[in-house]
């Protein structure tokens, strides 16, 4: 699709749909405003919202990989949780694993094709649906969404630790065990770094933050990435920063000039290739120092 010029309260406007702030109803309504100048509705929508079909980087399938559908026990009573375990074909020795969180909405396509990354990249990765107690990732983001409000956020938090525990345990891991997640995955990067001691490095991509009080517990070092036009994610960096100073904690963050929320997604007109790329090869380095 040709490179449409938009202003940025629209992609403003669908932060604030994507993260539950306003309904479908008011998101249509508020896109007319901007339907001028040969911009129509239907066109400024299927700019903004997500193309998995076209936009994969690593397709399910790809012959260089092992990629499965596996299943764990869930720590709160909601039976077997679903995660897609992948990784190099042939390899013969045990790998360092990474969790890759999915944003507010299930495990969807794009999540999908982060975890195959990861997995070409040297590590063996397992990529879990917080949506499975509701049926997993109906096909949908929007029917996504409106699922995973349904769920308790820590009740899912408690569930990609137990995805930790799996991998790390696995035949196939060498035990050392990383988490990286975007906007929603972000905070549960950011929880887990408080929650599992044993967890060795956290990239959360624009997520929310711990309180000060849950910084002491955080033992694994940090990489975080933040993109400037973000006001509702930003507004909680100062604070942290100023506590994981105050506690001498290892962490590196990077401010990606002139990108929205979403940046690293490259099914939406958000993504940013130049800093997508920057911040995937920061990613993939830092889990290559912290998990070797």
Sequence with gaps: MKKLKLRQ??????DDYAHNKIDRREFMDQIKVYAVGGLTVPLILEYLMPNYEEKQQVRAGDERLKSEFI??????GAGKMKGLLSRKINNEDRLPGIIVVHENRGLNPHIEDV???????????????????????????????????????????????????HLKSHPECSGKVGVVGFCFGGWISNMMAV???????????????????????????????FAAFDKRVNAGWPDYAKALQEHNKEYSAHLYPDVNHGFHNDTTSRYDWEAANLAWERTIAFFSEKLA
């Design 71 to 76: 299943e764990y026990d869930s720590p709160k």
């Design 195 to 225: 929650k599992v001691p044993e967890l060795l490095a956290a990239v959360p991509f624009y997520g929310t933050q711990p309180t000060a009080e849950q910084v002491p517990e955080i033992k694994a070092p940090l990489l975080l990435h």
């Design 115 to 165: 975890a195959r990354r990861a997995a070409l990249a040297g590590f063996i990765s397992l990529a879990p649906d917080a949506l499975t107690p509701l049926g997993g990732y109906p096909g949908t983001d929007d029917e996504g969404r409106t699922l995973q409000r349904q769920r308790d956020r820590n009740e899912m938090l408690e569930d990609f630790i137990a995805a930790f525990n």
């Design 9 to 14: 309260e629209l992609y403003d406007l669908y």
